[in-house]
């Protein structure tokens, strides 16, 4: 079991490589950006609290955006944090980006969603 799960993680360490070498993007650029936005992540993740109480308040009315756009801020704001928090401890290893938009200031009226593919 152990054995199998070491297998698939030196798997995927060589097809993150991979897809690095083919994009044609230096492995220290990608390493940099990912560092970064994993920083800014960190840092700038509570804006999705006053960012999803506006977009919601837009959406429908201030009532729900004071109580829902509050509810779902929060939850961005663990979501992008945590992953920032897993940015810079795996900044090392090139990777997707995983929040979309990649920074909470980017498209600032867009709801921030969580994949590989925006």
Not at 64 to 70: A, P, T, Y
Not at 81 to 100: D, M, S
């Amino acid at each position: 079991m152990i054995r199998s799960i070491g297998t698939m993680a030196l798997l995927a360490l060589l097809l993150g490589f991979t897809s690095s070498a083919l994009a044609g993007e230096s492995y220290g650029s990608e390493v940099g950006e990912k560092l970064g936005r994993g920083l800014a992540n960190v840092a700038t993740g509570w804006v999705e609290i006053p960012k999803n109480i506006i977009n919601t308040s837009k959406d429908s009315n201030v009532g729900i955006g004071v109580s829902w756009g509050l509810l779902k801020g929060i939850g961005q704001t663990l979501g992008r944090t945590l992953v920032g928090v897993g940015e810079l401890a795996t900044f090392f290893v090139p990777t997707a980006k995983i929040v979309h938009p990649t920074y909470v200031f980017e498209d600032f009226y867009r709801d921030t969603t969580y994949g590989t593919s925006p």
